[in-house]
């Protein structure tokens, strides 16, 4: 079946009336931002909304800026609007280096950061950037807004916290000066999900790692994240004795399922492999080696 079921269309003039829209319409109306996962659900007949409330012409949610000691991403803001923007570049070379290995340029133009969080597809690789920066997002209803920590906001493959009549509208990074991040995939081919991913920062002090964040995806992570390997670096020389014993760590938070894209054995060693990588990559940034 490539056809989606009949569906009721409406089109939301803002945040607001985006909200109200989706009180009224009730559970079995979605909001349809780029469409690029909504609608091949829709075409399978996976997802069969009764209504699809547009949400593109909400384009005050299209920005990235710094406000108080964070970058913001509004939820409408594209894949390719976060590759163009300096102010991303200049905070978070992570957003980049995902936003580079994210599907082609014609679902980079389309597909945004609030459709790729809300979708959850468990090798999303935008949900992996957000957990390994420790992001928040914010959720907005007609009762009104909460903050949610990325690393909370994901319930499962396809399922997040979300409620019914709520709509994520920015997330939010805090800028840590000194921060140096870096994100790497392994795909099948160019514009191929992920068979896995990983993405870190670090922030070093005196040659020591002071703070560190680690996200993976494709891997089966809880919340795309690995805490312990997190915590067993933080305070050690980032010597490859440790870049081993944290990749080891974060192999071990994983739980991957084999598929077309390989066997459960490949997966946990490109998770311990992609993870010291991209730490190194994190620490040679900050030495301005890379
Ligand atoms: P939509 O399809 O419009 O919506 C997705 C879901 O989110 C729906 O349930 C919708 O109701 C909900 N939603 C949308 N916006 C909001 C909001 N603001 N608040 C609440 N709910 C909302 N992604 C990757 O990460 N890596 C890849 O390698 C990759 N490859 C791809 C290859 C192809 C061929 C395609 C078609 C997609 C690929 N994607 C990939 C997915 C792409 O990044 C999508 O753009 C993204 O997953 C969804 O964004 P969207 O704006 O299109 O969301």
């Not at 597909?111 to 914010?138: H, I, N, R, W």
Request: overall charge negative.
């Amino acid at each position: 079946m490539q056809t989606p079921a009949p569906v009721d269309y409406a089109r939301a003039t803002s945040v607001e009336h985006a909200l109200e829209l989706l009180e009224r319409l009730g559970p079995e109306s979605r909001l349809i931002a780029g469409g690029h996962s909504l609608l091949p659900m829709m075409r399978i007949r996976l997802a069969q909304p009764e209504c699809v409330i547009d949400i593109n012409d909400l384009t005050d949610l299209d920005y990235v800026r710094v406000e108080g000691g964070e970058l913001c991403i509004g939820a409408m803001t594209r894949h390719a609007g976060v590759l163009d923007s300096p102010v991303v570049g200049e905070h978070y070379t992570i957003f980049h280096d995902a936003e580079r290995l994210i599907a082609d340029p014609p679902v980079r133009n389309r597909g945004t950061v609030g459709g790729s969080f809300c979708q959850a597809d468990p090798a999303e690789d935008l949900a992996a950037v957000g957990s390994a920066v420790k992001a928040s997002v914010v959720l907005r209803s007609s009762q009104g807004t909460r903050t949610v920590p990325a690393r909370e906001f994901h319930a499962g493959p396809y399922e997040t916290v979300l409620g019914d009549a709520e709509m994520l509208t920015e997330l939010r990074v805090p800028i840590r000066p000194g921060a140096t991040s870096a994100y790497t995939k392994v795909k099948r081919k160019s514009g191929d999900w992920a068979t896995a991913a990983a993405g870190a920062y670090v922030v070093l002090r005196d040659g020591v790692v002071a703070d560190v964040g680690i996200g993976l995806t494709a891997l089966g992570a809880p919340h795309f994240c690995a805490e312990e390997a997190e915590a067993y670096l933080v305070g050690k020389e980032p010597t490859e004795e440790h870049l081993a014993e944290t990749g080891r760590l974060a192999a071990q938070a994983c739980n991957p399922r084999a598929d077309q894209r390989g066997p459960v054995e490949y997966k946990l060693h490109l998770a311990g492999e992609l993870t010291q990588r991209v730490l190194r990559q994190s620490v040679a940034r900050a030495e301005g080696r890379a």
